[in-house]
């Protein structure tokens, strides 16, 4: 068994120029209709893979840890943390939880880690068992952030995680981790991010790629598209060609940040442009080894 189930957390509300890059809004507003004040809906998406031995997370998403000046500000919708009741729905307790996998440290993706905000309450880590695994570049930048992203990072979370005992770091360079199971291959990218963790699941029937920021949701899967957040555009994009032609057409695409969609089966079109033929917008133990 190698099932993923999609789980939601708390959603976003960002500036569409900023999410679309150099794409005009002419463009990309077909695509994810703006508010009144030029935002777009974006999901934060983590999922759950159940391998028979262990409950992996990947992805934490933005959580509710902010105050509510900061939440506000930062656009996101729901003052509680979504991603907890999305696994109690299932049935899960933060404590089933065996690993969390992070893509990278920015708060859209690692908030989740960390409690509510309260009022006068210090935060706290939300899973109480699980070994937190992350790639050895994406933990520096965020130990020694670069002024573009500083913001991106929460001070109070690396002393959680390195206190409690259970951060594990990926080496540069390892395909693998012990906490992870020989179902889950690990490619970094650095084009959104340095050292960005893409996981790869191969099942028996279904390949599966965890895209995180270097693919957020459908409209990125074109290869010209990427965001203004990303560090390295042109970068970006000849790592995500890259993935596509190693994973191949078929492979299920997993979304972060698609507002309807959970996954997409990645094809090609007779002109070579690279598109989604089937979608979900939800998986509820979609098996990789049954398809």
């Known amino acids: 068994m190698l099932a993923l189930t ?57 959580g509710a840890f902010f105050e509510p000046k900061l939440r506000e500000r930062y656009g996101v919708v729901e003052g509680h943390h979504v991603l907890l009741s999305s696994l109690a729905a299932h049935g899960w307790a933060p404590e089933d939880i065996d690993v969390v996998l992070l893509s990278h440290l920015h708060f859209d993706h690692a908030g989740g880690l ?30 020694t952030p670069h002024p573009r992203d500083r913001a991106s990072f929460i001070p109070e979370l690396l002393p959680l995680l390195k206190d409690s005992g259970r951060l594990s770091v990926v080496k540069t360079g390892d395909v693998r981790h012990e906490y992870l199971g020989d179902r889950i291959r690990l490619r970094t990218s650095h084009g959104h991010t340095p050292g960005l963790l893409i996981p790869l699941l191969h099942g028996r029937e279904e390949r599966a790629v965890f895209c995180a920021d270097l693919v957020p949701g459908l409209p990125w899967t074109h290869l010209p598209i990427t965001m203004g957040y990303d560090r390295f555009p042109e970068q970006l994009i000849d790592e995500k060609r890259a993935l596509y032609e190693e994973e191949g057409v078929g492979c299920l695409l997993l979304y972060a940040h698609d507002w309807q969609l959970a996954a997409g089966r990645l094809s090609q079109s007779d002109r070579g442009r690279y598109e989604i033929s089937q979608q979900w917008e939800t998986l509820d133990a979609f098996d990789l080894d049954k398809g």
Do not use: H, T
Not at 18 to 31: D, E, I, K
Not at 127 to 140: D, I, T
């Open 114 to 143: 960390l409690s509510s905000y309260a009022p006068g309450e210090p935060l706290s880590l939300a899973f109480p068992r699980a070994q937190f695994v992350v790639g050895q570049e994406a933990l520096q930048r965020a130990e």
């Open 6 to 62: 999609s789980l939601c957390g708390n959603s976003q509300r960002l500036d569409g120029g900023a999410m679309f890059g150099n794409a005009p809004r002419v463009l990309w507003q077909r695509w994810s209709k703006p508010d009144e004040e030029g935002r777009i809906q974006l999901a934060c998406r983590s999922f759950l893979v159940q391998d028979g031995k262990r409950r992996i997370l990947i992805e934490a998403g933005v």
